[in-house]
């Protein structure tokens, strides 16, 4: 079964502004996953996409994956869904890793600005 992985807006940037292959690198360091893009990260990419290119092509990057309804701002929709779904979340920001670690909930983020690491699998 493929495990569940929550990108935040600024997962969605990665590849356009770090030339990351998120796919790719998911599956090296968690194997089978299946992602999803949380509803408030897809309202605040559309919020950005109207005066930042990055934006528009996370929004459109976003539209690949399954959406799910989340609730509050991004960060809560995550750190809730992942403690629901016992999922991991790939984020760059750093208070919410925060949150995420101390929640014991594990995360995936961009290291060295070409790689992504895992915390807490």
């Known amino acids: 079964m493929p495990r569940l992985v929550l990108l935040d807006t600024n ?4 590849p356009f502004q770090f030339q990351v292959h998120l ?3 998911l599956h090296r360091l968690l194997g089978d996953v299946e992602i999803a893009v949380p509803s ?3 309202s605040e990419l559309t919020l950005m996409a109207d005066d930042n290119r990055d934006a528009r092509a996370g929004a459109r990057l976003a539209k690949k994956y399954r959406a799910i309804e989340g609730h ?4 809560d929709a995550l ?3 992942a403690v629901a779904h016992r999922a991991v979340v790939v984020t760059n920001d750093q208070p919410l890793l925060d949150r995420l670690k101390s929640a014991a909930i594990p995360r995936v983020f ?3 600005r ?3 690491v895992a915390e807490g699998v």
């Open 11 to 14: 997962a969605l940037l990665m």
């Open 23 to 25: 796919e790719a690198e």
């Open 40 to 42: 408030p990260v897809l």
């Open 72 to 75: 509050g701002s991004a960060d």
């Open 79 to 81: 750190l809730d869904l």
């Open 110 to 112: 961009l290291r060295s």
């Open 114 to 116: 070409n790689h992504l």
